[in-house]
């Protein structure tokens, strides 16, 4: 299923380049997106997007990966900046083998591990070549991609929310959201 198919708002009815999508999107229309790697290997679905109030960015996508029919999934917290949208395929790109996927720090969903710590952030962004705290960081393959498809990451429209947040909104420090 597509983000086209969750789209209850009409957010991307427009074939033309007028509406907010591709580079703005709502997340709940990404949540339940395939996430596939460039040998066109399926890797999983989304089945939450992570955001991370302070900064007012997306911190991870969560993964999940293997089992059958929802049962014995191992989920893995995927930093957002790794992942890259193909438009025309409608799912996200991950650069990662299936092998090498299947030794990424992951978890299972009655046990989630503290994302915001120190230690978790650094042996993740580690593990995808990603860096920490780098709005709109692309991963250390780059971001070249096939026609049709666009990096949410290295759009030169991407604007570091950070820098818009000013009075009493997310990561001011005023407890405001």
């Given at each position: 299923m597509s983000y086209l198919d969750r789209d209850t708002y009409g957010i991307y009815r427009s074939d033309d380049a007028t509406g907010p999508g591709p580079r703005l999107m709502g997340a709940?229309?990404?949540?339940?997106?395939?996430?596939?790697?460039?040998?066109?290997?399926?890797?999983?679905?989304?089945?939450?997007?992570?955001?991370?109030?302070?900064?007012?960015?997306?911190?991870?996508?969560?993964?999940?990966?293997?089992?059958?029919l929802g049962m014995g999934d191992k989920l893995f917290a995927v930093p957002w900046q790794a992942l890259q949208l193909d438009t025309e395929n409608k799912r996200f790109?991950?650069?990662?083998?299936?092998d090498h996927l299947k030794n990424a720090p992951g978890f299972d969903q009655d046990n989630w591990p503290d994302m915001?710590?120190?230690?978790?952030?650094?042996?993740?962004?580690?593990?995808?070549?990603?860096?920490?705290?780098?709005?709109?960081g692309v991963t250390s393959t780059g971001s070249v991609m096939g026609s049709g498809s666009a990096s949410l990451q290295s759009d030169p429209g991407y604007i570091d929310p950070t820098y818009s947040n000013r009075g009493g909104s997310i990561g001011s420090g005023s407890g405001n959201i």
């Open positions: 709940d229309t990404l949540i339940g997106e395939d996430v596939y790697n460039r040998q066109d290997e399926d890797l999983g679905d989304i089945k939450e997007i992570m955001l991370d109030i302070r900064s007012g960015q997306v911190a991870y996508a969560v993964l999940s990966f293997g089992g059958w790109l991950l650069d990662v083998s299936k915001a710590s120190t230690e978790f952030n650094t042996q993740l962004h580690s593990f995808y070549g990603t860096q920490q705290n780098v709005p709109g």
